[in-house]
Structures are given as C-alpha cells and as structure tokens.
C-alpha cells in the first residue's frame, strides 16, 4: 500500500549518516549502506545491518580511504564496489573490497580513469564487445554521463552516453531494463 510500517535502521546506529547507497548483500541478506560526505567527524563508509532486524553489525569496508562513498553495488565475483568522490577536487574513482570480509582490494577504477569526477551510480550489464561478460557502468555526475569500464579489469572503455545525451543532467542512478 505504500504505508508507513517502522523505521527499519534508526538515525545515527553504527554513525549512519548522510546515507546514499543502500542494497541487501546476494550472499547473507544484510543490508549494506555507504554513508558520510560532509563533514570532518563523520565515518565515510560502507555500513552492514542484520537484513532482517536492522541491527547494526560493523563498519563493514576496512581500508581504502573513503572520501564521499555513493553508488555500492555487488559484482559478478562477489566483491562490493563503491564509487567513491574526493570532494572539493571533484576526483573520483571506484574502490573494490572483499565481498565477504570487508578488506580494501584496491581501487578497480583509477582516480580519473576515463575523466571520472564524481561517481554516484554503479551497475554491471552486459558488454557490448564480449556477451559473455559483464561490464561495468558509472554514473559521472560533473561529466554528465556514463562510462564504460571492462567488468574484470576496470580498464577505461570509453563514454557509453555521451554528455548530456537526451538531456541527462546531475545523473544520480541507473540501470538495465529487461530489453
């Protein structure tokens, strides 16, 4: 019905703040939440929640030096990506982490790779150059559309929509349809 139930995670558990991306893990059912932009006291993160009750677990991404995590998403092998701004210099990047424990693998796209400035949405689809694999899509929110990486590599691949495209403007999410 679109009702009001509860709050599911309530303000403030495990420092959640200024909250962004949010999706259940594939894998244990667990709620993750990037979470922090502004601020100098504030977490910048990725936060775990029991996906069932809602209850703070941990501070589930360890290392990599978030600056203004955004858009997380799973991938295909199982590790979390996050698309990661480094404010005000407008830097931006897509860091990769154990799916399972959390640890810092390393940044899957570069800082600036492709003319990425600030990420905000991720997805994996399908590549137009090898069906059988999954390339990776990001949301360039000061560029104004999205680019394609290699979906095991994270090598740039080019523009997929070009800049402001059908009037794309401050693109804060996407993806695939059923087609």
Known sequence: TGDFID????KGSGELN?????????????????????GKNEIKTVLRFDGETGAFI????????LKSPRGIIFGPDGDLYVADRNLPAQEGRVARFDGRTGEYRGDFVPLLSGGLLQPTGLVFG????????????VLNQV?????????????????????????????????????
């Open 18 to 38: 200024q909250p962004y991306g949010i999706l259940f893990g594939p894998h244990d059912g667990d709620l993750y939440v990037s979470t922090g932009e502004f």
């Open 7 to 10: 709050t599911f995670v309530s």
């Open 143 to 179: 560029g104004q559309n999205i680019l394609r990486y290699h979906g095991e590599t994270g090598a740039f691949l080019g523009e997929f929509v070009t800049h402001r495209s059908g009037g794309l403007e401050g693109p804060g999410g996407l993806t695939f349809g059923p087609d």
């Open 126 to 137: 399908p590549s137009p150059d090898d069906l059988g694999r999954l390339d990776l899509y």
């Open 58 to 65: 941990e501070n589930f991404a360890k290392g990599g030096n």
